[in-house]
């Protein structure tokens, strides 16, 4: 049951459906996704780190997948050659599947597995078209010589060009 309402903080905001939905999945949180637990750090302004505690699994035994804004990390265990008798059996070996839903623009740029820690490596890598950019107000000749370039430079090839 829903005891809050986010319409406010669409009323002023355009293109920001995907949000509503992540709220939706987060009140369907199921007891499986706690396992294996995890960090996300940020470790810098455009980076950020994803390490996972899978204690037991190889590389071999963990797939990394990322499609669009989703990341998938699924671990299986191989199939052991002879069955082991334990008396205690504290590593958890089985089966786990973990979803991230990430930023646009954000990509993994690396993944190491060391001392029973995976560590996913993201960077924002937002592309040259959608950072901000100055844009001259004029003339025809302003509107087509819009860029990143300073309101000087601007003028400057304006007085060239004429």
């Known amino acids: 049951m829903r005891t809050y309402d986010v319409s406010p903080l669409f009323r002023s905001s355009v293109g920001f459906d995907r949000l509503l939905d992540l709220l939706n999945q987060a009140e369907r949180v199921e007891p499986s996704t706690a396992w294996p637990p995890y960090n996300i750090e940020k470790v810098a302004d455009d980076q950020y780190r994803i390490t996972m505690a899978v204690a037991g699994f190889t590389a071999d035994e963990i797939e990394l997948t990322q499609q669009d804004t989703t990341l998938l990390v699924a671990g299986q265990k191989a199939a052991q050659e002879g069955e082991k008798h334990y008396l205690h059996r504290g590593i958890a070996a089985r089966t786990f599947r973990q979803t991230f839903n990430l930023a646009e623009h954000v ?56």
């Open 107 to 162: 990509k993994v740029v690396g993944a190491s597995l060391e001392n029973g820690l995976l560590t996913v490596a993201l960077k924002r890598e937002v592309p040259e078209a959608l950072k901000p950019r100055r844009i001259a107000i004029g003339g025809v000749s302003a509107t087509a010589d819009q860029d990143n370039a300073p309101a000087q430079i601007t003028r400057e090839r304006e007085a060239k060009a004429a």
